[in-house]
């Protein structure tokens, strides 16, 4: 069977595409983007093709497109007209994840970080297959266990039959589907129902509490009332260290290089994972340790004395959050943010949280809104600058001008945005140029 992707660069789709290929179909795919985007890195090792124009189907195919295509899309117009069948990404991710011990990670914040941690750990402690939403995807069919990213966005993780469902935390988001945030719990509800064995949620988050479920929960966190507890725990420059207990009952003493307390809990999911699936302690921690990151979550460059951070966070809460770590890994620099906000819907919804936290920064120099899936004209009053007259440490930037970049010195720089911000690579080559 021959499997076809249109919108094959994209994070989720490129992950699927590699996991199908390990697995011994045969890939290729569309795309509309012609500019590199870095999830082709593993596709061209993989040796996938990627066309940039319409190809020729044949009947053995089957199309898997992404969410962001559209019906009128040619590709899935001459797919239809030539009778294949076609799924939805998060459907086909079903199909495949749902044959293995499926570990199902959702959360509003901080999913792909710990599923992409979650995988490190077992892979090393046993071996699992993985689809991270950083473009990360592998398959081997005598794994037992998969690990997936759970996206809540229309309801589309209701697919997933996992064995354990994590849920990271709650909260209002995509205000262009949810009407509010009962009912993102509601959908968080289903979800757990969903769950085979358990559900394992971060209980020091309040709306995790909210659910009534009919499956068994356990709840993870720094708060007393928690099923799995860390102790004695101690933030530094170097990382965190803590000790950890499972219903009164001492695991562990873990010393991480991680920052932020986000960081301790996406620790905690995975952890809970671990002593639930009966691991050794030591061996959890040896893992845990070698943890490089996901792709775009706190990727960081130092360049002179200037510390390049790229991350995907753009809901207020994640802001905060970047901010936050690098205040507590670079204690003696400025921190300065560049935004790009994530569409006119997300903007509008939450500018005064998103004021309050950009407020966190030494400075906040935002861009024009990227737009995705809607258009300006539905929004004309929702724009960048609206957020900027609401800061007092605020600033517009724009791709031809970024001047005030270069007057930056022993600072933090995180570049925020789904989509790798352009001007973060001219910004690092002055750097470079300007320290060599």
């Known amino acids: 069977m021959k499997y076809y992707f249109?919108?094959?660069?994209?994070?989720?789709m490129s992950a699927l595409a590699l996991i199908l290929n390990d697995l011994g179909y045969e890939v290729k795919g569309y795309d509309d983007e012609v500019n590199h985007v870095f999830t082709e890195d593993k596709l061209t090792e993989r040796n996938i093709t990627i066309d940039n124009k319409v190809p020729n189907l044949d009947e053995n195919t089957i199309i898997v497109r992404s969410t962001a295509v559209k019906d009128e899309h040619p590709v899935i117009v001459k797919a239809n007209e030539l009778g294949l069948k076609v799924y939805n990404y998060h459907e086909m991710l079903g199909k495949v994840a749902n044959m293995f011990e499926l570990i199902?990670?959702?959360?509003?914040?901080?999913?792909?970080?710990t599923s992409a941690l979650m995988a490190h750990v077992l892979t090393n402690m046993g071996g699992c297959n993985y689809l991270i939403g950083d473009g990360s995807g592998y398959a081997n069919k005598e794994n037992k266990k998969f690990v997936i990213e759970a996206?809540?966005?229309?309801?589309?993780?209701?697919?997933?039959?996992?064995?354990?469902?994590?849920?990271?935390?709650?909260?209002?988001d995509h205000t262009d589907y949810y009407k509010d945030i009962n009912d993102v719990i509601d959908a968080y509800t289903e979800y757990g129902n969903n769950a085979e064995k358990m559900v394992i949620a971060c209980g020091d988050d309040p709306y995790t509490r909210f659910l009534e479920l009919n499956k068994p929960i356990f709840y993870y966190g720094t708060a007393e009332d928690n099923d799995i507890v860390a102790k004695n725990v101690e933030f530094s420059s170097s990382g965190v260290t803590f000790d950890v207990f499972v219903e009164d009952n001492y695991y562990g003493h873990f010393d991480l290089p991680f920052f932020g307390k986000h960081m301790l809990l996406n620790s905690l999911a995975v952890i809970s994972i671990c002593y639930y699936e009966r691991m050794d302690a030591k061996e959890v921690l040896k893992y845990l340790k070698t943890f490089e990151g996901a792709e775009r979550r706190f990727d960081e460059e130092v360049i002179g004395d200037i510390v390049v951070v790229d991350d995907y966070a753009h809901h207020p809460t994640e802001i905060k959050t970047v901010i936050k770590a690098a205040r507590q890994k670079y204690p003696d620099k400025e921190v300065a943010v560049v935004f790009k906000p994530h569409t006119f819907t997300r903007t509008r919804d939450f500018k005064d949280e998103m004021v309050k936290s950009l407020s966190l920064a030494d400075k906040s120099y935002l861009l024009d809104i990227f737009p995705a899936r809607e258009k300006q004209e539905d929004f004309p009053d929702v724009k960048s600058e609206n957020l900027v007259k609401e800061l007092e440490n605020g600033k517009m930037l724009h791709d031809d001008n970024w001047d005030d970049l270069k007057k930056l010195e022993n600072a933090v720089v995180l570049f925020l945005s789904p989509k790798q911000i352009g001007i973060m690579n001219e910004y690092k080559e002055y750097l470079r140029s300007k320290n060599s």
Do not use: Q
């Open 104 to 113: 199902s990670v959702a959360g509003c914040h901080g999913k792909t970080t």
């Open 6 to 12: 249109v919108g094959i660069k994209g994070t989720g």
């Open 151 to 172: 996206c809540e966005y229309y309801r589309h993780f209701l697919v997933y039959e996992p064995t354990y469902a994590i849920i990271t935390n709650i909260e209002l």
